[in-house]
């Protein structure tokens, strides 16, 4: 039996169904560290049961919200709970305090460790110099890496100046395919009809949080020109946010309509509005790998996305799904939507390749993904 310890902020509801398709395996026992019961900006997860197949600790420790999105956890019990538990190997996602204690540990019990990361060259623009150097020294120390998709393993790349190659694994974000499935067939024909009745014309969906991180004034700027060519065109704004008076404001100002703020929609309603629409769009500054892209996908929805968000080079194929711009060219942007909403067959051909791509990100095949990384890197721990 491999007992095996990954440490994470939080335990958000999307990785639950991968952690317990993981510990399904029959040689894994599998234990979650975490460092906080909650996470401050999604106050939505915070009543969701997790009915979790997998022992879970909890650290003690000082939470300093350093900004919207960004919590720095001080756990001073992260080894202590790792000597009690004695694991075979430690997963630790991110570079912060918990994973400098995670790798000081691995290294005095003589066990390997995964680093688990979905950072990219754009999440990681602005890093100072010195995180930058702990970002190498944590890499540098790390017997291997789950990588998120390509531009986080690209990322990792970077931080690598070893003579021993060490191996990456490509871990995606996973989500219940199926489950999405289920739900968009049990909204029947008469249900989406009179949905559907709710909007005029043809239907842009964002999922998200109201942040200038998030393009939400590029996304506004690219419907402001789409709708002086067409105005029984929709945008429905799914979510909530700081920005919200400041786009409600820019409704006003360019006299546009039909935009829509459903606020906070629980899950089962959710997908009446991936359903009702026939467009998805993000155009994010930069974006780790956004859940939000498998749900698209799921639903069987093309996707305009920018380029800086990490999981486009796998999950949103320059017209093969979608397209792909800088979150700037919003000329561009708006161009290839018009495209594919002007064109039925083109968005019928999108729709089908983008259930096809939801395939890859399961719950089951991502698990099988890190059994192998487990396997590998304990096998490549043992023989360097």
Request: charged share 20%; aromatic share 12%.
């Amino acid at each position: 039996m491999i007992k095996v310890v990954i440490i994470q902020a939080f335990l958000p509801p999307y990785r639950i169904g991968l952690f317990n398709a993981l510990g399904q395996f029959d040689d894994i026992e599998l234990h979650i560290m975490l460092l906080s019961s909650k996470k401050k900006n999604k106050p939505e997860w915070d009543n969701i049961t997790d009915n979790a197949g997998f022992n879970k600790h909890y650290c003690k420790g000082i939470h300093l919200r350093l900004s919207h999105e960004r919590t720095v956890h001080i756990n001073h019990d992260v080894i202590k709970i790792l000597v009690k538990l004695k694991p075979d190997l430690i997963i630790f996602g991110g570079f912060n305090i918990s994973s400098f204690q995670a790798v000081i540990y691995s290294k005095l019990a003589g066990i390997p460790c995964i680093l688990w990361s979905e950072a990219t060259k754009y999440t990681e623009q602005n890093v100072s110099y010195l995180r930058y150097k702990f970002r190498q020294w944590i890499a540098k120390k790390s017997t291997s890496f789950l990588s998120a998709g390509k531009m986080a393993s690209d990322y990792l790349n970077t931080l690598l100046k070893e003579k021993i190659k060490k191996p990456i694994f490509v871990g995606y974000n996973s989500v219940d395919v199926n489950l999405y499935q289920i739900k968009k067939s049990q909204i029947s024909n008469n249900d989406l009809i009179h949905f559907k009745k709710k909007f005029s014309g043809k239907v842009l969906l964002f999922v998200g949080q109201f942040i200038e991180r998030k393009g939400v004034i590029e996304l506004f700027e690219v419907y402001k020109e789409l709708y002086k060519k067409q105005e029984d065109i929709n945008l429905i704004m799914l979510g909530s946010g700081p920005m919200e008076n400041k786009l409600k404001s820019y409704i006003n100002d360019y006299s546009l309509k039909n935009i829509f703020f459903p606020g906070f929609i629980n899950q089962n309603e959710i997908a009446k509005y991936f359903a009702v629409a026939d467009i998805f769009i993000l155009l994010s500054h930069y974006d780790c790998n956004p859940l939000v892209i498998y749900e698209a996908l799921s639903f069987g929805l093309p996707i305009i996305a920018s380029k800086q968000v990490g999981n486009t080079p796998e999950f949103v194929q320059d017209g093969i799904n979608g397209f792909v711009a800088d979150y700037k060219d919003i000329t561009y942007i708006e161009q290839k939507v018009d495209q594919i909403l002007s064109d039925d067959d083109l968005l019928k051909i999108f729709s089908k390749n983008s259930l096809l791509l939801s395939k890859n990100v399961s719950h089951e095949k991502v698990a099988k993904t890190f059994y192998d990384a487990i396997q590998n890197t304990l096998h490549f721990y043992a023989n360097n």
